[in-house]
């Protein structure tokens, strides 16, 4: 019964997988159609704030959250990829990442991807890197800079899949 437990548990984080990833692909091939035969160029609204640094409560960096730098690299007038590195602690230092696409308006978006929260050694002997999804999130930006983003992310560990709450504030500049 346990294993079966196990199974129902590794197909529903496969679920999610393929979920995502497919929702990736098809925000990037429909960038890709609406583009023309030109380059898009940045507008200067939407290139006025690029970098955020925020702390995230939980997410990435588990209990104690994380300190995170990303960067918004647009590539159509209303979605691009978001690129981000953090460090987080728990006993000792360690980084996290995570690449996402990002749609939606200058100040209200959404956001899905993927991110890596290394923890070997962090946790002591036995720990593992931990693949987290996020499906999907919610970033505002005010026109002041004020950054505020909330977001699950699914995750699991071999043995079991669980979901992992997040929030976020920062500035963006």
Known sequence: M????????????????NISIALCFLALSSMAQVQDSTKYTPTIA??????SVYYELFGLGFF????????????????GLVFRIGLGAYGTPFLVGEIDIRAGGPNHSFEA?????????????????YLMIRPFG???????????????????????????PSASLGYAF
């Open 2 to 17: 346990h294993k079966l437990l196990n199974v129902r548990k590794l197909f529903f984080m496969r679920r999610i997988l």
């Open 46 to 51: 939407r290139t006025e704030r690029l970098t």
């Open 64 to 79: 104690f959250g994380s300190v995170n730098l990303d960067r918004y690299v647009p590539v159509s007038p209303n979605m």
């Open 113 to 129: 991807g993927l991110g890596l929260s290394p923890l070997i050694g962090a946790l002591g002997e036995g720990s593992q890197p």
């Open 138 to 164: 919610y970033r505002f930006l005010g026109n002041n800079g004020v950054v505020f983003r909330v977001a699950p992310y699914f995750f699991s560990d071999g043995s079991e899949t669980m979901w992992w």
